[in-house]
């Protein structure tokens, strides 16, 4: 029998140590170390030589998506999920990770796609109890063991097309030592579904817990391995969910689907600009309206600021929504271009709806409400904006131009400022006003 050994391998990059430090020596992140036992004194195996294809016989097939019958999930993807694809799906407990899948799968076995739900962390009976809350029709079957070879056995025995594994963190391998949801084992296990995906060409869904950073749980190179990377944004107290894609092989990638969770599940948003604007109030100061592109989709959303006096001696700069690292960046440049403090003032910045920005070109609509706030002053009706601040007060252009005056168009906005962008032509109705420097932004709001 084999000896084993015990080695310490970081959970981001997949460095071997053979002894516990404290600091990755290869990435160099803290507390990363995890324990496994790796099997020692194997022998060689021959190897025969593999045959290899050509570029010029592989056939890729007409028809290689599963077209889900949901519009945003199918959206996030690309048009579908692809045959013989590894999806993984993150997100925080309770966001409706289980929910999606449950009506993905759903819509599938209805439209005649055969369908293996692996119910790791919940028994049939609380299955099927969510498929009648959820008003689901479709027969699915559903496989509640957590041991691969039977999930591996089951799936083959069957012929099913779409695999579903909720959650990858109960599966275990019994070649692998460890408990389940140990580096090793989540490694190991989503390496056989991926093998079982390629070769047999099983359409796999993961399911995967998160950190309390926001990441996968588990070993870094799981998002590496897999070719479609979901994340669940949002907060379970918002009616407002969205998936977006991380990394997709096979289309866009920061690809937004938006859901609205309700008593029958996610319903998706047709119109989610509309949705998040709905409630936005008229004449109080602080609120801009933001042109955002997610992917190929151009979003309309609502960045609200607070500046209050401070009572401390460091004052607050708390951001929910946008990196307060970038909330800092724009306050230094209204301070140092603008004339405008902020020393004494706490500074509360929030995105409606539960949506987080992460393009620059979010740093205009920023500076605007920062500016509203502070001088207690509402924004003009009808105006919308984006772009990015340099860190000499310039405004700098986003792209997809075309598309943000559109939607602005499509919502009723009169008037769109961003930084100059030659050749743009304004749809009619829409007044396009080119700002070349932050203190002329703040000239927008009168006070």
């Not at 007409?62 to 019958?69: F, I, Q, T």
């Not at 025995?157 to 140990?182: E, W």
């Not at 271009?337 to 992460?358: E, M």
Request: charged residues 20%.
């Amino acid at each position: 029998m084999a000896r084993t050994r015990a080695l310490w391998r970081c959970s981001q990059c997949g460095h071997v140590e053979p002894k516990w430090a404290g600091r990755c020596q290869s990435c160099g992140e803290f507390g990363t170390l995890v324990e496994e036992v790796a099997p020692s004194g194997r022998g060689a195996t021959p190897v025969s030589a593999p045959h290899t294809v050509l570029l010029s016989e592989v056939e890729t097939g007409a028809d290689r998506r599963l077209v889900s019958g949901v519009a945003e999930f199918d959206r996030v993807l690309g048009g579908g999920l692809v045959r013989g694809s590894l999806v993984l799906l993150g997100g925080e407990p309770g966001i409706g990770k289980s929910t999606l899948l449950l009506q993905v799968c759903d819509s599938l076995s209805r439209a005649g796609v055969s369908v293996l739900y692996v119910c790791g962390e919940e028994s049939p009976s609380q299955i099927k109890m969510r498929a009648q809350r959820l008003g689901c029709t479709g027969d699915l079957a559903l496989l509640p063991v957590t041991d691969l070879p039977s999930i591996e056995a089951a799936a083959l025995a069957g012929g099913f097309d779409v695999l579903v594994v909720d959650s990858i963190q109960t599966v275990s391998d019994p070649d692998v030592a460890g408990a389940p949801g140990t580096v090793s084992q989540v490694r190991e296990s989503t390496a056989r579904l991926m093998r079982l995906a390629k070769d047999r060409g099983v359409t796999t869904l993961l399911v995967g817990h998160v950190t309390k950073e926001g990441s996968i749980a588990g070993p870094r190179i799981l998002e590496h391995m897999v070719d479609t990377v979901l994340y669940f944004e949002g907060d379970r107290e918002h009616a407002f969910r969205v998936v977006r894609a991380a990394k997709n092989r096979f289309g866009s990638v920061s690809e937004i689907g938006v859901f609205e969770m309700g008593e029958g599940g996610l319903i998706g948003v047709a119109n989610p600009s509309a949705a998040l604007l709905a409630h936005r109030p008229r004449g109080v100061s602080g609120s801009a309206v933001m042109a955002s592109v997610e992917g190929s989709r151009p979003l309309l959303v609502e960045v609200q600021a607070l500046v209050n006096p401070t009572c401390l001696q460091m004052p607050r700069r708390l951001a929910t929504g946008i990196d307060v690292q970038r909330l800092l960046q724009v306050l230094a440049v209204l301070e140092r271009r603008a004339g405008l403090a902020f020393g004494q003032h706490d500074v509360y910045i929030s995105v409606a709806g539960g949506v987080r920005i992460t393009e620059p070109a979010v740093d205009l609509p920023l500076a605007l409400a920062l500016v509203s706030a502070r001088r207690d002053v509402a924004l003009p009706e009808g105006l919308a904006s984006f772009g990015e601040l340099g860190l000499g007060g310039e405004v700098r252009p986003a792209g997809h131009v075309a598309a943000r005056l559109a939607e602005c168009a499509a919502m009723g906005l009169t008037t769109v400022v961003s930084g100059p962008v030659k050749g743009v032509n304004a749809p009619t109705g829409v007044e396009f006003r080119p700002l070349d420097g932050v203190r002329q932004a703040a000239e927008i709001v009168h006070g």
